[in-house]
């Protein structure tokens, strides 16, 4: 019943760097985000521009490894770097890694985003 209607297409903005979602984040929500989110929230590594390297680019990140939780407190902006190297790991787990060490990454210096959902993570 529904034709083919018109497919809406992303408005080529200037964040259409970014890589499109995967994850069926709304759109509302996906530029709340992109709004909030100017650095990575891990690192801090700043999103300038086009011209990042790949590493420093911004993707998807689901802060709680549960891509069915499309919430603006669980999905959120890092960089390829951040999130390659978090993967499927816990968050506090991944706090924790050689990567964190090395990038001078603890739960102090996370965006408030993340300390936010550690808080509410941990329990007890
Ligand atoms: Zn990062």
Redesign the pocket.
């Known amino acids: 019943m529904s034709g083919p209607g018109q497919k809406r297409k992303a408005k080529a903005s200037a964040k259409s760097y970014l890589t499109m979602n995967r994850w069926n984040i709304p759109t509302w929500l996906e530029q709340e985000v992109i709004d909030r989110d100017r650095?990575?929230?891990?690192?801090?590594?700043r999103f300038t521009s086009a011209k990042l390297p790949r590493?420093?680019r911004p993707s998807w990140e689901h802060i709680i490894n549960d891509e069915n939780i499309v919430t603006r407190e669980n999905i959120a902006l890092?960089?390829?770097?951040?999130?390659a190297?978090k993967g499927t790991k816990d968050l506090a787990v991944w706090l924790n890694s050689k990567y964190c060490g090395h990038?001078g990454?603890t739960r102090h210096t996370v965006a408030p985003i993340i300390r936010t959902a550690l808080h509410s993570n941990n329990g007890a």
């Open positions: 650095h990575c929230v891990y690192c801090g590594a590493r420093s890092c960089c390829i770097g951040c999130n190297s990038h990454i």
